[in-house]
């Protein structure tokens, strides 16, 4: 309605805010980046060591009865040593993802994006590297980018082609920069080895969407920032948000339009 | 022999009586008696190092699965109940919070490396204590008495090795000793842990969650209080399960089996 004068979100992303018509009516809009950062980085290498150790999959076969005796090759997944890790967003929340996976032992880090962060990078060594690139030589691929015209649907066929057979995906950004079905489809071909979604289009997914049914693919329930410190912490800011926007004045965190 | 089977013992010996080698998979050789096999003049051989840095990632993976309810999380997006997802829906961090590790040899030592980049203040408890630098690195703390280690930690790893001293060192009074919000990890041996105990103080809400890679039998019986309690996850003893150590694992035991055939000194043996 007209009276709208404060849009106050509990999220860093903002892609599911029509920015142009807000900034046309006048409209300020709060976020809470920074708050979330370790939560969401954390849970980016919870996801990942699930997908590549196939945690979820080994606690069924404990619990079904599925796992009977043992044998050498049975439930082995990829390890993080030796491995090359590519970033695509090196942001405030895939430099935290970085610095997480670091002492794993990981060889190398590439990143990609708009352009290169060579502050951000030197953390970790990261070379930044076209898309093509980094699908081509990562063992292990982290989507934290924002989603935007430019990323949407950017893992795709063609990105999936290029990788390794062994290596694992992991998309804690947004469900739309990835299309599904190609994704479904590289898992389901083992053209790569296992996959890990904190995000979908939609969520949930609906009940026989095929990306249930694989057993290489993890799938969360955006959780992502869902600790209940973090979560507070994001309530009070958007709620001082909102207040400082109703009252005219600076906010904690206002989004530039 | 991979993963204790065949059970080594006086009748299996005496029907192998040109027996020269035996070659362990993993580091453990709690399953072994050295004495028994060095009175019929067989070596013995294991794989100490590989299998170190895949153990200590696991070790994190149950820790921040447990921490974040990653199984659980799981099993909602992919339920065919599920038709939202609800906002109060919330885990814990595991960044910032305390870890002891019990048993900071090769594997613990990894475990605090990995945890350190969490943010993670570290207590460790160990036969003796660790240089200096090697604490630094890590910024890890040691706890002469594994008390003091129990009542400060929101997360008790075990790593150590599985020996007389060590077996049941995780019973009713050392459980009742951790916090009410605090996890047990085990990435060690099942029997480090006295189970009954375990179940108990799981479903009396003493401890708040437990994540097991091993316990005492594996696989558990299919009836296992264990298997029915929510607050836990049990992955079935994949400590070491990546493609890459496993075929490095068997390398290595050929390799130490010629040595041994040939009369060799034997790589990796265990004296």
């Known amino acids: ?246 009252r005219g004045e600076p906010m904690p965190h206002e989004l530039k339009l | 022999m991979w993963y204790h089977q065949p059970a080594i013992n006086e009748e299996l010996l005496q029907s192998l009586p040109n027996l020269k080698v035996v070659a362990s998979s993993g580091v453990g050789i709690d399953h072994l008696d050295l004495k028994l096999l060095s009175s019929y003049g067989v070596k013995v051989a294991n794989n100490p190092f590989v299998v170190t840095t895949d153990t200590a990632d696991l070790g994190m993976a149950l820790m921040l699965a447990s921490s974040r309810r990653l199984v659980e999380g799981h099993e909602m997006a992919v339920s065919p109940d599920t038709e939202y997802f609800p906002a109060d829906w919330l885990g814990v961090e595991v960044s910032g919070a305390t870890l002891g590790i019990v048993g900071m040899g090769a594997i613990g030592y990894k475990v605090a490396e990995r945890a350190k980049a969490f943010e993670m203040k570290i207590l460790y408890h160990n036969r003796n204590q660790r240089k200096k630098e090697e604490e630094s690195a890590v910024g890890a703390v040691y706890c002469k008495k594994i008390d003091d280690l129990l009542q400060q930690s929101d997360f008790v790893l075990l790593a150590v090795n599985l020996t007389p001293q060590t077996h049941k060192l995780i019973g009713k009074r050392e459980l009742e000793l951790m916090k009410p919000t605090a996890t047990l990890i085990n990435i060690s041996r099942g029997l480090v842990v006295d189970q009954d105990a375990l179940v108990e103080a799981l479903q009396n809400k003493v401890i708040k969650a437990a994540a097991l890679d091993v ?25 070491s399960a990546t493609k890459k150590t496993r075929w490095i694992m068997m390398e290595e035991m050929a390799e130490s089996i010629e040595a041994g055939l040939a009369g060799l000194p034997i790589p990796r043996e265990v004296l």
């Not at chain 2, 029915?228 to 996850?233: G, Q, R, Y």
Request: net charge positive.
């Open chain 2, 215 to 239: 316990t005492y039998p594996e696989p558990l019986p299919r009836d296992h209080p264990l298997l029915k309690l929510k607050n836990v996850i049990i992955t079935p003893h994949i400590g």
């Open chain 1, 1 to 246: 309605g007209p009276g709208l004068k404060v849009i106050s979100t509990l999220s860093v992303g903002f892609d599911h805010l029509a920015l142009d018509e807000i900034k046309k009516r006048g409209i300020r809009v709060g976020y809470t980046p920074d708050v979330l950062t370790d939560a969401t980085a954390e849970l980016s290498v919870a996801l990942l060591l699930s997908a590549c150790r196939r945690l979820p999959e080994a606690a069924e076969q404990v619990k079904s009865g599925g796992w009977t005796t043992w044998k050498p090759l049975w439930m082995c997944g990829y390890g993080l040593s030796d491995s090359t890790v590519g970033i695509i967003g090196l942001g405030r929340i895939g430099q935290a993802v970085a610095r997480r996976l670091k002492p794993f032992g990981v060889r190398k880090f590439l990143y990609t994006g708009s352009g290169p962060k060579p502050e951000s990078a030197a953390e970790f060594g990261a070379e930044f590297v076209p898309l093509t690139r980094l699908a081509e030589e990562s063992d292990f691929v982290v989507v934290t980018c924002a989603l935007t015209p430019a990323t949407q649907g950017m893992c795709n066929k063609d990105f999936f082609g290029r990788m390794k057979k062994t290596s694992v995906f992991v998309n804690t950004s947004r469900g739309a920069v990835v299309n599904q079905e190609d994704l479904y489809n590289a898992l389901s071909s083992g053209q790569i080895a296992a996959a890990g979604l904190d995000v979908t289009t939609p969520e949930p997914l609906p009940t026989d969407h095929p990306l249930l049914s694989l057993k290489n693919c993890v799938i969360l329930p955006h959780i992502g920032s869902a600790t209940y410190a973090t979560r507070s912490t994001m309530a009070v800011l958007a709620a001082n948000n909102l207040l400082a926007g109703l």
